[in-house]
């Protein structure tokens, strides 16, 4: 009885081992990656973006095992000069692209009788806290989040208070003619991956307005 009982001992730990195994194996890899931003046509503004990704499963376990989605992500912005250990801004909560924007419609009163109505975007506050989580799935491609903005030869850092003015500007995020070094960290129920990154904004230049590896 005493040998059974050790067998079955035995056989209990590796049952927990392997599904304790398995769950981590399960677990959500977060991956922050530099892109290149691809406007769907002609538009006035640039912004340098990246990708966080929920790195797939390697495909010998795609067909037996699901990596799970990593829940209520969130994403801050951590910009200093170029060289520099202490920030020179402060820290955003990023948008993630995928999101509604945070704005609603306003109508406006037609100008002629019977006139077409139109409408104004207008910034909602109410509407941020919903543009900064998202759920992200496994996949090689990941989601877009959009760290920077530059128009009209000035350049910002971006986030979903941006929408609060009208060239997406805020005064405090603004970017002078330098390098920065840009930390983008991704976090979600305990996990974080950040990602470290070079910006460099020493011209107007949208062709070097991007995000690349530190």
């Known amino acids: ?23 981590w194996i399960k ?26 990704r929920n790195r ?23 910009f200093r000069e170029a060289g520099q250990s202490v920030p020179t801004l402060p ?3 990023a948008r993630w692209s995928a999101n509604r924007e945070p704005i609603t419609l306003s ?9 077409p109505v139109t409408f104004n975007a207008v910034y909602d506050p109410t509407l941020v806290p919903d543009t900064l989580r998202l759920d992200v799935p496994p996949s090689g491609v990941g989601q877009e989040v959009a760290v920077a903005i530059t128009r009209d030869g000035q350049a910002f850092m971006f986030g979903a208070e941006s929408y609060a003015y009208g060239t997406f500007g805020n005064p405090k995020w603004k970017l002078e003619r330098k390098q920065y070094d840009v ?3 991704a976090s979600s129920s305990g996990l974080r991956a950040v990602g470290r990154f070079r910006l460099d904004n020493r011209d107007a230049d949208y062709a070097t307005f991007r995000i690349v590896p530190r």
């Open 1 to 23: 009885m005493e040998v059974a009982g050790l067998i079955l001992g035995i056989i209990g730990a590796i049952g927990l081992v392997v599904t304790l195994a398995i769950e």
């Open 27 to 52: 677990r959500p890899r977060l991956e922050v990656i530099a892109e290149t931003w691809k406007p769907t046509g002609p538009t006035p503004w640039w912004f340098a973006v990246v990708h966080v």
């Open 56 to 78: 797939p499963l390697p495909s010998a376990l795609r067909g037996l095992l699901v990596r799970q989605s990593a829940a209520g992500c969130e994403v801050t912005l951590q």
């Open 91 to 93: 820290e955003v909560a």
């Open 107 to 115: 109508p406006q009163s037609p100008t002629t009788a019977g006139g």
């Open 183 to 185: 930390d983008v960290v």
